[in-house]
């Protein structure tokens, strides 16, 4: 799978796309596929407020459980419950149907600190 190009990418797997000043955050097909069958996943509640790494989420598979970061400051506006009851949204379609929460940026916040996706294909190529 090609990583959408409007998006940017944490290093720990997580993607951000910004509409205005709410930035929707999933994680990548890469980070799925390396879980192998995600089996329960838990989300922060809206109104928390976060910064850059930031742990906003618990996602639990057959082999591991990984926590899922903030990749930009401000505060969860949003969470996608149906992902949550339903991880094959997660699995199946993780840039759209799949994205986890929503943050509405922290004033003077930035994606200029992710990586592209040139750059993310980059450091998964290692993998």
Not at 6 to 19: G, I, M, N, P, V
Not at 61 to 69: A, D, G, H, N, R
Not at 103 to 115: E, F, N, R
């Amino acid at each position: 799978m090609t990583n959408p190009t409007d998006c940017r990418y944490a290093a720990t797997h997580e993607w951000s796309k910004q509409t205005g000043d709410t930035v929707t955050v999933g994680v990548t097909q890469f980070a799925v596929e390396q879980l192998t069958e995600p089996t329960f996943l838990e989300l922060k509640k809206v109104g928390l407020t976060v910064k850059v790494g930031d742990e906003i989420g618990i996602i639990e598979s057959v082999k591991s459980t990984s926590s899922i970061y903030a990749p930009v400051a401000g505060e969860i506006v949003d969470v996608n419950l149906a992902a949550v009851d339903n991880l094959s949204l997660v699995n199946d379609d993780p840039f759209a149907a799949g994205w986890l929460v929503k943050i509405k940026l922290a004033a003077g916040a930035t994606l200029d600190h992710l990586l592209t996706a040139v750059q993310y294909d980059a450091q998964i190529a290692g993998h």
